[in-house]
């Protein structure tokens, strides 16, 4: 079996974790963005070389204003310390927001073009954050463009014109749910997917290895 290299994750749960500590629910998000933090350090030890990672639908955008205020700080302060984080850099970690980001705060937008544009080099590894994002609208502005460019409506140029131009080989889901919501319905359809009980903050080294063990055990046929 080819290299496990690129995984998606769905880090469901940050609302029920926070509401399990009696915490607004809003809170667990800062519990879910402190362990991704760990995340990006366990997979650089397992040397997987991508990780797309849905940050924000843009069916979440529909929540209450309080949240979405909470949520966009929380943002703006992750984006700063990603831009200022010696170890992207010293890693050569080559950052991507993938999205209708102009739905988001100009701020937000800004610093997400500095990352990019600071990180655009770099190829030792990749982090996708998806965000605000939604799959079927990718697919619609990768074809809005062929057409605009006169190209070929063919797999391989809607494939090259993606947010996300690489198929995931797994994808993890946590929060006890059973369904892909809306997650790179294009590039998941020979993703393996496993389904995890526990919540997003609650997710360990562990969770990740055991997933990856599942993984390699599994028989890819590609339809074949």
């Known amino acids: 079996m080819e290299k496990l290299r690129h995984i998606g994750i769905i880090m469901d749960g940050n609302r029920r974790f926070a509401r399990k500590l009696n915490l607004k629910p809003w809170k667990g998000h800062e519990y879910g963005a402190e362990k991704v933090k760990e995340l990006f350090k366990w997979c650089k030890d397992l040397n997987i070389n991508e990780l797309t990672l849905y940050t924000l639908s843009t069916e979440n955008l529909k929540r209450t204003k309080k949240e979405l205020n909470y949520l966009m700080n929380l943002f703006k302060k992750q984006a700063k310390e990603i831009k200022n984080n010696e170890d992207v850099h010293k890693n050569k970690i080559k950052i991507k927001f993938v999205g209708e980001k102009k739905l988001l705060d100009k701020k937000i937008q800004k610093l997400m073009k500095e990352i990019e544009d600071s990180t655009k080099n770099y190829s030792n590894y990749k982090i996708n954050f998806a965000i605000p994002y939604g799959g079927r609208k990718e697919i619609i502005q990768a074809v809005k463009k062929l057409i605009k460019n006169n190209q070929k409506i063919t797999e391989e140029n809607i494939q090259k014109n993606l947010w996300v131009t690489s198929c995931p080989d797994l994808i993890i889901r946590t929060g006890g749910e ?33 997933s990856i063990k599942e993984f390699y055990n599994r028989q890819r046929r590609f339809g074949k």
């Open 178 to 210: 059973k369904r892909t919501s809306n997650f790179l319905p294009w590039q998941s359809i020979y993703s393996e997917w496993i389904f995890l009980d526990k919540l997003w903050p609650e997710f360990t080294e562990s969770d990740l290895k055991k």
